[in-house]
């Protein structure tokens, strides 16, 4: 592990993940509670504190826009002042939506429209709130009938836990930090500029999806889908209105030699909000031959994320990941995968009867 990462994965208090998994695993029953606790009001709302000294920090052009594009519902995937194929698209789509030429380029043009009366900054220095840095957190192994093992599918600690708020990776996070940053409660750490939000009060929620929409920085109230386009040859799914005006794309992985994207006409059946996830080997191509039957506790480290939506082609659906990093990057059992953050975005974009086209 490089010094960096390690510095972030200690806490500023001198209790490390390590003693934070041991004691969480102990008492805590549900994904529900990872970020329940008497010290703050709201463990979701991070302060913005000022420079901490130093030289000023400067933004990388790239992350600036990809911050800029995120806010706009045009998602890049993860924030990480890269340049790629997740960037280009995202940077297409905005693009077909402001009636500017679609090139992809991060052109003169795109950059006027993207950055206009954009007064926030690219990057925060936040502190972290206490009961944002509480647990529990576990080693979530690979093997999804061990999974099936664990009271919940949390994050592995509070670095990635943080990254997935701020719409990035650990590994992004520590290339905006100093190399003796820590993380814990009260940590200050910088992060790319996502907005708090604050915990949605929604009628009949038992699960604590307003809960997980503040872990993610994602509003409650969304534009809404009239019809969704999954595009294989771009890699995104976009978000049409009633107008048929592009409002929202999506970095998206779907489909593989094995279990091809399904393409045509489907519709939506329903959203299932940090749902368990039922495996059976008998549906992955790659299952171990002694995997059995399991039923898997929620949790954003879940094979699906935090939120399915189901689709009328049996057994497909729209799902989060427990890997941001590698969607538009790997392939899928047929499924539409993207970040937790953006399935979550979608699932508040979207309802029962919404109409999906797949295309090639």
């Not at 038992?206 to 920085?217: D, I, N, P, Q, V």
């Not at 009239?226 to 794309?249: C, M, P, T, W, Y």
């Amino acid at each position: 592990m490089p010094s960096i990462l390690a510095a972030l994965l200690c806490t500023a208090c001198s209790v490390n993940v390590t003693d934070a998994n041991e004691s969480a695993n102990s008492e805590q029953p549900s994904a529900r509670n990872e970020a329940a606790g008497p010290a703050s009001p709201d463990p979701y709302a991070f302060a913005v504190v000022e420079e901490l000294g130093g030289r000023p920090w400067q933004p990388n052009r790239i992350l600036q826009a990809q911050v800029a594009l995120d806010r706009a519902g045009f998602s890049p995937g993860v924030l990480d002042g890269k340049d790629g194929m997740s960037f280009k698209a995202a940077l297409r789509g905005f693009q077909e939506a402001n009636g500017l030429p679609v090139t992809g380029e991060y052109d003169q043009k795109t950059g006027v429209a993207l950055l206009e009366g954009e007064a926030r900054p690219t990057t925060w220095l936040v502190r972290v709130p206490e009961g944002f840095a509480r647990g529990p957190f576990y080693d979530v192994p690979k093997d999804l009938n061990q999974q099936a093992g664990l009271p919940a599918l949390t994050y592995r600690n509070l670095l990635e836990k943080l990254a997935e708020r701020f719409h990035t990776t650990p590994e992004a996070l520590v290339a905006l930090n100093r190399p003796d940053t820590k993380v814990g409660p009260g940590a200050v750490i910088r992060v790319p500029a996502i907005d708090n939000q604050p915990v949605a009060r929604i009628e009949g929620d038992e699960r604590g999806w307003g809960e997980t929409l503040a872990s993610l920085g994602v509003a409650k109230d969304q534009l809404q889908a009239d019809h969704i386009v999954v595009d294989k040859s771009e890699g995104v799914l976009k978000v049409f209105d009633a107008e048929n005006r592009l409002i929202a794309q999506f970095s998206a992985t779907m489909g593989s030699e094995h279990d091809p994207l399904p393409l045509g006409d489907w519709t939506i059946k329903g959203v299932s909000r940090n749902p368990d996830f039922h495996y059976n080997p008998d549906l992955f191509w790659d299952a171990d031959k002694d995997d059995k039957k399991a039923l898997l506790k929620p949790g954003p480290n879940g094979p699906v994320g935090v939120v399915w939506i189901d689709l009328s082609k049996p057994h497909y659906g729209i799902h989060g990941t427990p890997e941001p990093q590698l969607i538009g990057r790997t392939e899928s059992h047929g499924c539409i995968r993207l970040t937790n953050w953006d399935a979550a975005r979608l699932a508040q974009m979207v309802k029962t009867g919404v109409k999906a086209h797949f295309q090639a």
